[in-house]
């Protein structure tokens, strides 16, 4: 059995005010043409297929071309669902899709859902973990002492194992954050956890026993382990990401269970730029001619801020969405800089930004507390949702 690991689609989603879904529709037509060619038997999507729990119309449009397709292609398909997705709402008409060959699992409650799909050696089992808030999942059966994302997956790995008579061969597919993700898949730094900032992880060991685990999450490509990997979205979606690879997994079962996985690499439609430097120079410099089709973010190193910068910007890159000022004499914003990037909870985030702008006053107590009701009461609110 052939199967390609895709995640993290975010159908819908802007990319600093730019609409990219007629881009992302086109990497998904050569993912489909990626299915026909190298004979996928099983396409896998882990998580995060919309970017919003209430998406727009086109996006559901874009969802149905690109299941349809696939299924044309002579793939059955494996979903479930991420943070940002309403599982609810995924799984409307799922029961339809299922004659199709679309299995949409992603039942919080039943995190165990499987389909059993055959090769010529017999079935798999494709399980598919939704991703489980904490603080919904405590509601269910067995699930009281669940506080964090590594019970969640432990509690719902627990169900997976007392299914009765499973088949020899299973695969995972998991919505979470798991250990050891390497810096380099981490730049996204929207994808960190607003409850743990992050350090809530799962460890890959919750996850023995399955023949392949497909995780999404993370929009870098990342193999945690060679039975499990992330695969990363097929877009990029911060400028964080620039040049990173963006693909799929091509993963292969023999009758004895994983037989090996290949990355398969998916077209940039537009790749991202991000330029330092005075503006005078970006507009001059021959060495630039290639980011003129690029999405680009420009650090400005001008000590005045140049007037309408942005115009001017785009009078040489068209494509240029993002702009900041960094004078090149300002050591504080760089600080404040690296203080952001090794933040990991939303408190200390907003402690470097009132140090920088209060002049080395960070969070008083009160404000601390005020932004710790807020933000509890926000968490609480996802979870509810
Ligand atoms: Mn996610």
Redesign the pocket.
């Known amino acids: 059995m052939r199967i390609l690991h895709t995640s993290?689609w975010h159908l819908g989603r802007t990319f600093h005010g730019e609409r990219v879904l007629d881009a992302l529709r086109g990497v998904l037509d050569a993912l489909v043409a990626a299915v026909r060619e190298h004979g996928v038997d099983v396409v896998v999507v882990a998580?995060?297929v919309f970017d919003s729990t209430t998406p727009a119309a086109d996006a559901f449009a874009a969802l149905d071309d690109a299941l349809v397709a696939l299924a044309e292609a002579g793939a059955r398909v494996v979903v479930t669902s991420?943070?940002?997705d309403s599982a609810a709402r995924l799984r409307f008409q799922s029961r339809f899709a299922r004659l199709g060959g679309v299995h949409v699992l992603a039942d919080h409650e039943r995190p165990e859902s499987w389909v059993d799909l055959d090769d010529a050696h017999g079935p798999v089992r494709f399980h598919g973990i939704p991703?489980l808030e904490p603080a919904l999942v405590r509601r269910f059966e067995g699930a009281a002492e669940v506080r964090s994302q590594r019970d969640a997956i432990a509690w719902a790995m627990g169900r997976i194992r007392a299914v009765e008579g499973p088949p020899a061969r299973s695969v995972v597919v998991a919505?979470c954050f798991a250990a050891g993700v390497p810096d380099a898949a981490m730049a996204d730094d929207l994808?960190r956890d607003l409850t743990a900032g992050g350090l809530d992880v799962v460890p890959i060991e919750l996850f023995d026993g399955a023949d392949y685990v497909a995780l999404?999450?993370i929009h870098g490509r990342a193999a945690l382990a060679e039975r499990v990997r992330y695969s990363g979205a097929p877009l990029h979606y911060s400028f964080a990401e620039a040049g990173h690879p963006r693909g799929a997994w091509l993963v292969d079962l023999d009758a004895d269970g994983f037989a090996g996985a290949q990355w398969l690499e998916l077209p940039v439609p537009r790749p991202l730029r991000v330029l330092e430097g005075r503006l005078d120079e970006l507009l001059a410099d021959p060495g630039l001619a290639d980011a003129t089709g690029a999405w680009v973010s420009a650090r400005l190193t001008d000590t005045d801020r140049p007037l309408d910068a942005m115009r001017r910007l785009r009078s040489r890159f068209p494509h240029a969405l993002h702009l900041e000022f960094a004078p090149i004499d300002a050591p504080r914003v760089a600080d404040y800089r690296a203080r952001l990037a090794a933040a990991v909870t939303p408190e200390q985030r907003v402690d470097a930004f009132l140090e920088l702008v209060r002049d080395g006053d960070g969070l008083r107590p009160l404000e601390r507390e005020a932004l710790g009701e807020a933000l509890d009461a926000l968490v609480a609110e996802e979870a509810g949702r």
């Open positions: 993290d998580g995060d991420g943070n940002h991703y919505h994808e999404g999450h």
